[in-house]
């Protein structure tokens, strides 16, 4: 997923440009460039690779003069990661530049279009054509020309824009790729996301689709395509500022890690009091009571919070949940008609994947709910209702806090829809708040002994292939265990339901094969540990993850058991997971991976 970042004001901007690029790398890049309007026209820097190879080439900024500019991290959709190829990209004789997020569907015949009228091109990037549009259009009105040129291009994206003939404007546009405008004192800054401008201003305005904003060190105008003035409201945000940085911790996902307890504990706060969970500004009781089935549609770790979801839902309420993931569910020509809740789950409420499912969704007339941890974000403005998780601002490519609000959400959601159905006792709904509220504790209790974990990393890094199993919603935290690992380890890993190995997989499993199974559901413990037997018997080492009651009769099984004490059968995964996370971190550790920022992933997938 690319960045934009946009400066106007007093100050020298490349600094600030590079700055704001650094705490969007945790997006996913392989180049970067900004484009700086010193007055006398616009210097363009840009380089493959990482963002330290631009800061050096400019030593730090110092080297391009000028108090208004944009920057980009590039992640390569059109055109392989080259030089030619980063942004910004320029038009005509280099008086336009501009960055560029997503994909201009229609770049091919206005390339064309613009190559029969004279135009010639540098780059395999469709950003470009929408840089020579924009000049091919602007007649001494930059507003007038990217309005004109705005008009013609489709796709998704965010541009950011700077004119060499108008020295203190910058001006950005967003169609259904986030961009959000940042206010300070006789400056202003437009960026991708929150992140890159926390440390400078808390003032910002969350752009729309099919939105132009012109922006100077003393104004901020929006505007339509079709230049139509536009009202925005102004926002404070109220993150904490730190949440974006490391603190000392050597990883953003090890520092995400640990704050998960903190984090479970600001979702859950807005939605429970007096022993009840209150959800209707988000579903309404008489949806509740008219559903008839639900939808869960997500994509990675999102889908296997869905997947955990599942269980508990259908166990509480006994209405039927389908768990889809994002990309499949728009081509399966789903049933959903008004009594069905289509629930989407996403950290950065900018999968692309996640997003049309939910407009497939509203398109066949299902109410959409959205979990998501961004606010503002295009699938929070485009559901029908959300519910926020408070985790902030999560850094590391690999989910680890988001998921686990994710999932208390769920649960919350759970009892509910039950209470409101009349599918759960006053009993069990009070046993499920308590615990529900002890969680944080028992969530820190087991993070305190993550030395045990990351013992078994030390012993097992060298692993090229790990399996992971379990039965029911231990075969959902599998998955998520397995994703986990494998997206930050480079480890083939893969998860099975522990009843399906004999049933092909068993024959991967020779002498040393680690094989983790996930046993924490009492009632199908003596189930798993027979699936635990039988790849023990050929040749498999076993890591048991399981509960302080199970562990003896696992440890029968298991060369090695991870144990914590038990909790209602709802909460259990908000506890399996944490040594999961901890062993895939620990894995990657001692296997010298770049954690944060993993090879070829991104943290949001704003492309399908
Ligand atoms: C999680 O560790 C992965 N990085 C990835 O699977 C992620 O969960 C997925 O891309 C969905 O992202 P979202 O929650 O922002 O929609």
């Given at each position: 997923m690319?960045?934009?970042?946009?400066?106007?004001?007093?100050?020298q901007?490349?600094?600030?440009?590079?700055?704001?690029?650094?705490k969007?790398?945790?997006?996913?890049?392989?180049?970067a460039g900004?484009?700086?309007?010193?007055?006398?026209g616009i210097?363009?820097?840009k380089?493959?690779?990482?963002?330290?190879?631009?800061?050096t080439?400019i030593?730090?900024?110092?080297?391009?003069?000028?108090?208004?500019?944009?920057?980009?991290?590039?992640?390569?959709?059109?055109?392989?990661?080259?030089?030619?190829?980063?942004?910004?990209?320029v038009?005509?004789?280099?008086?336009i530049?501009?960055?560029?997020?997503?994909?201009?569907?229609?770049?091919?015949?206005?390339?064309?279009?613009?190559?029969?009228?004279g135009?010639?091109?540098?780059?395999?990037t469709d950003?470009?054509?929408?840089a020579?549009?924009i000049?091919y259009?602007y007649?001494?009105?930059?507003?007038?020309?990217?309005?004109?040129?705005?008009r013609?291009l489709?796709?998704?994206?965010a541009?950011?824009i700077?004119?060499?003939?108008e020295?203190?404007?910058?001006?950005g546009?967003?169609?259904?790729v986030?961009?959000?405008?940042a206010?300070?004192?006789?400056?202003?800054?437009?960026a991708?996301?929150?992140?890159?401008?926390?440390?400078?201003?808390?003032?910002?305005?969350?752009?729309?689709?099919?939105e132009?904003?012109?922006?100077?060190?003393?104004?901020?105008?929006?505007?339509?395509?079709?230049?139509?003035?536009?009202?925005?409201?102004i926002?404070?945000?109220?993150?904490d500022v730190?949440?974006?940085d490391k603190?000392?911790?050597?990883?953003?996902?090890?520092?995400e890690?640990?704050?998960?307890?903190e984090a479970?504990r600001?979702?859950?706060?807005p939605?429970?009091?007096d022993?009840?969970?209150?959800?209707e500004?988000?579903?309404?009781?008489?949806?509740?009571?008219?559903?008839?089935?639900?939808?869960i549609?997500a994509c990675?770790?999102?889908?296997?919070v869905?997947?955990?979801?599942?269980?508990n839902?259908?166990?509480?309420?006994?209405?039927?949940?389908?768990?889809?993931l994002?990309?499949?569910?728009?081509?399966c020509?789903?049933?959903?008609?008004?009594?069905?809740?289509v629930l989407?789950i996403?950290?950065?409420?900018?999968?692309?994947?996640?997003?049309?499912a939910?407009?497939?969704?509203?398109r066949r007339g299902?109410?959409t709910?959205?979990?998501?941890?961004v606010?503002?974000?295009?699938?929070a403005?485009?559901a029908?209702?959300v519910?926020?998780?408070?985790?902030?601002?999560?850094?590391?490519?690999a989910?680890?806090?988001a998921?686990?609000?994710?999932?208390?959400?769920?649960?919350m959601?759970?009892?509910y829809?039950?209470?409101?159905?009349?599918?759960?006792?006053?009993?069990?709904?009070?046993d499920?708040?308590?615990g529900?509220?002890?969680?944080?504790?028992?969530m820190?209790?087991?993070?305190n002994d993550?030395?045990s974990?990351?013992?078994?990393?030390y012993?097992?890094?060298?692993?090229?292939?790990?399996?992971?199993?379990?039965?029911?919603?231990?075969y959902?935290?599998?998955?998520?265990?397995?994703?986990?690992?494998?997206?930050?380890?480079?480890?083939?890993?893969?998860?099975?339901a522990?009843?399906?190995?004999?049933?092909?997989t068993?024959?991967l499993?020779?002498?040393g094969?680690?094989v983790?199974?996930?046993?924490?559901c009492?009632?199908l413990?003596e189930?798993?540990?027979?699936?635990a037997?039988e790849?023990?018997?050929?040749?498999?080492?076993?890591?048991?993850v399981?509960?302080d009651?199970?562990a003896?009769k696992?440890s029968?099984?298991?060369?090695n058991?991870?144990?914590?004490?038990?909790?209602?059968?709802?909460l259990l995964?908000?506890?399996?997971v944490?040594?999961?996370?901890?062993?895939?971190?620990y894995?990657?550790?001692y296997r010298?991976?770049?954690?944060d920022k993993?090879?070829?992933?991104a943290?949001?997938?704003?492309?399908?």
């Amino acid at each position: 997923m690319c960045g934009i970042i946009g400066y106007t004001g007093p100050r020298q901007a490349a600094p600030l440009l590079l700055a704001g690029l650094e705490k969007l790398e945790y997006r996913g890049y392989d180049s970067a460039g900004i484009a700086v309007n010193d007055g006398n026209g616009i210097e363009v820097a840009k380089t493959m690779g990482r963002l330290a190879a631009l800061s050096t080439m400019i030593h730090g900024g110092s080297d391009v003069k000028g108090t208004v500019g944009i920057g980009h991290t590039r992640w390569a959709t059109h055109g392989k990661p080259s030089d030619e190829n980063s942004h910004p990209h320029v038009g005509g004789d280099g008086r336009i530049a501009i960055v560029h997020n997503g994909i201009i569907e229609n770049y091919k015949p206005l390339k064309e279009m613009l190559m029969n009228r004279g135009r010639s091109f540098v780059s395999e990037t469709d950003t470009e054509v929408a840089a020579q549009l924009i000049d091919y259009y602007y007649e001494g009105d930059l507003l007038a020309a990217v309005a004109r040129a705005v008009r013609e291009l489709e796709g998704s994206y965010a541009l950011g824009i700077v004119c060499a003939d108008e020295p203190d404007t910058i001006i950005g546009v967003k169609s259904h790729v986030p961009l959000i405008v940042a206010y300070g004192e006789g400056e202003n800054m437009f960026a991708s996301d929150i992140v890159a401008v926390a440390d400078q201003t808390r003032r910002v305005t969350y752009m729309d689709d099919d939105e132009i904003a012109v922006v100077r060190p003393d104004s901020v105008e929006f505007y339509t395509p079709f230049l139509d003035r536009i009202e925005k409201e102004i926002r404070t945000i109220d993150w904490d500022v730190s949440a974006a940085d490391k603190c000392g911790y050597e990883h953003y996902m090890f520092k995400e890690i640990m704050e998960q307890p903190e984090a479970v504990r600001r979702t859950l706060a807005p939605f429970i009091a007096d022993g009840r969970v209150s959800l209707e500004n988000a579903l309404s009781p008489e949806l509740v009571r008219s559903m008839s089935r639900i939808f869960i549609v997500a994509c990675g770790s999102s889908y296997h919070v869905g997947m955990v979801a599942k269980y508990n839902i259908e166990k509480l309420t006994r209405v039927p949940v389908e768990v889809v993931l994002a990309s499949e569910f728009r081509y399966c020509d789903p049933i959903v008609g008004p009594d069905t809740l289509v629930l989407l789950i996403s950290q950065s409420g900018e999968t692309a994947d996640t997003l049309e499912a939910l407009r497939e969704a509203k398109r066949r007339g299902g109410h959409t709910l959205a979990i998501v941890n961004v606010e503002g974000s295009s699938i929070a403005q485009a559901a029908d209702s959300v519910i926020y998780t408070k985790a902030g601002p999560e850094i590391a490519v690999a989910t680890t806090k988001a998921y686990s609000t994710q999932l208390v959400v769920t649960v919350m959601l759970a009892i509910y829809i039950a209470g409101l159905r009349g599918t759960i006792s006053d009993a069990e709904y009070a046993d499920i708040i308590a615990g529900l509220e002890a969680l944080p504790e028992h969530m820190q209790h087991i993070l305190n002994d993550k030395a045990s974990t990351q013992k078994l990393a030390y012993r097992y890094f060298n692993c090229e292939d790990i399996f992971f199993i379990g039965r029911n919603i231990d075969y959902a935290m599998s998955l998520e265990g397995s994703l986990k690992l494998k997206e930050i380890s480079y480890i083939h890993s893969d998860a099975y339901a522990a009843g399906e190995l004999k049933h092909g997989t068993i024959s991967l499993v020779v002498d040393g094969t680690l094989v983790i199974a996930v046993a924490t559901c009492s009632r199908l413990v003596e189930k798993t540990l027979s699936n635990a037997q039988e790849v023990k018997a050929r040749g498999a080492r076993v890591i048991a993850v399981t509960t302080d009651g199970n562990a003896e009769k696992v440890s029968a099984a298991a060369d090695n058991v991870i144990a914590f004490p038990a909790m209602h059968d709802l909460l259990l995964p908000s506890l399996a997971v944490l040594p999961l996370q901890l062993f895939a971190y620990y894995m990657a550790l001692y296997r010298g991976c770049d954690i944060d920022k993993p090879r070829n992933l991104a943290k949001s997938v704003t492309v399908e």
